[in-house]
């Protein structure tokens, strides 16, 4: 049984008084999700100037070494 099969098992056992509080639960998560991705878009688009500046290659260039091990 899929997780979505399971939610709607579980929504149709719900008392309804209940109800509110779940549409609420649901739209506050899908309000944070979304507001989460454009903020991290935002941010790297922002930042990626300093980023991708050769200063701070320069700076973090002795690190990579450690990538490769």
Known sequence: MSKRELIVEQLERLPEQDLDRLLSFMEALTKTSS????????????????????????????????QHC
């Not at 991705?37 to 450690?66: G, H, I, M, R, Y």
């Open 35 to 66: 507001n989460d991705e454009v903020s991290t878009l935002a941010a790297e688009s922002a930042l990626a100037k300093d980023w991708l500046s050769p200063d701070e290659e320069a700076a973090w260039a002795d690190l990579q070494v450690f």
